[in-house]
């Protein structure tokens, strides 16, 4: 076994596993279907749901099946598990590795769509970059159970908005 991800509900388990041009594996977890009750009892990066990880599965080391890298923007910290990437997704889908884009700081661009599938019109495409807190599950406290087509709607926008009200 290579890491061990609680299961809140069995939905929303989504993502996959890939690796970037760095030879790092991305695993792309969903939230588990977080409720507004789990909400309360989550710090937000205590465990790996909704987080894109990183890690160097390359390694020599006996103690541990990977090795964190140096440049994951949790690497030094004694709150968050280092192996996190990105967190605060919902339901992501499929994902891909943009190999053209990375800078300096081991940021890379991995593209994912989100699986939800509440609104089937509304396809989205996240770009999810390092250190970077998507917060969905805030959009989904704002608007749990909306019906409204959200087709021209850029997420990313609401996101932006919501974060900064906390």
């Avoid at 790092?24 to 990066?45: N, P, S």
């Avoid at 609104?119 to 409204?148: C, H, Q, W």
Wanted: with cysteine; charged share 20%; proline share 5%.
């Amino acid at each position: 076994m290579l890491i061990e991800v609680a299961e809140l509900h069995r939905k929303h388990l989504g993502g996959q596993l890939l690796f970037g041009p760095d030879g790092l594996l991305h695993i792309v977890l969903g939230d588990g279907m977080i409720t507004l009750d789990d909400m309360e009892e989550m710090d937000g990066l205590s465990d790996f749901t909704g987080s894109v990880l990183r890690v160097d599965v390359d390694t020599d080391c006996c103690t541990a099946p990977y090795s964190i890298p140096r440049n994951n923007p949790y690497f030094n910290s004694t709150n968050q598990p280092p192996e996190i990437f990105a967190h605060g997704l919902h339901d992501p889908g499929r994902c891909a590795v943009d190999r053209h884009h990375t800078d300096n700081n081991g940021s890379l661009l991995i593209l994912c769509t989100d699986a939800s599938g509440r609104n089937a019109s509304a396809g989205r495409i996240l770009a999810i970059t390092k250190g970077k807190d998507y917060g969905e599950f805030l959009l989904l406290m704002v608007f749990p159970n909306s019906t409204e087509d959200v087709s021209q709607m850029a997420p990313y926008s609401l996101y932006s908005a919501l974060l900064l009200s906390r």
